[in-house]
């Protein structure tokens, strides 16, 4: 129970400053930044390796995206420590929930918003394309 109190006050408390300050203290090079600049401030869809999670929510912060989470206690503490930075969430996945995220997503990408995307999962295979972010584009 107290795992079930504390642990989502921490990340809540402390995560967005942990992640600031790890993304701040990172030295960061941008491939293709033409394609980044297409990107800002429209509807797309952003895919990104689930080991790369806490790097996308710093880089990516206040831009209106809205990540692809699952509903387990471990997201839940991903999302509190994300959401001061601006990442929303929707919650499910391709093993619980599949249809309704990619409803939520495809109305998100409908009004304009940015969705993001783990293609390989928290359950891997790792760095292997799941279908599901395609499936939402």
């Known amino acids: 129970m107290i795992k079930q109190i504390i642990l989502p006050w921490v990340c809540s408390t402390f995560g967005p400053w942990w992640i600031a300050s790890l993304g701040s203290s990172l ?3 941008i491939r293709g930044r033409e394609h980044w600049e297409d ?6 869809v952003l895919a ?4 790369r999670m806490l790097l996308m929510a710093y880089f990516f912060r206040h831009r209106g995206y809205h990540i692809v989470s699952s ?3 471990d997201a839940e503490l991903v999302t ?3 959401l001061p930075l601006g990442v929303d969430t929707i919650r499910g996945s391709t093993s619980r929930g599949a249809s309704k995220v990619l409803l939520a997503a495809a109305r998100l990408l409908k009004s304009g918003r ?5 293609p390989d999962g928290p359950r891997g295979p790792r760095h292997e ?4 972010a395609l499936a939402a584009s």
């Open 114 to 118: 940015p969705v993001a995307f783990t």
């Open 48 to 51: 990104f390796w689930h080991s």
């Open 129 to 132: 394309f799941q279908a599901g």
């Open 71 to 73: 509903e387990n206690f």
């Open 39 to 44: 990107t800002r401030g429209g509807a797309h």
């Open 80 to 82: 509190r420590a994300v």
């Open 27 to 29: 030295r960061w090079e």
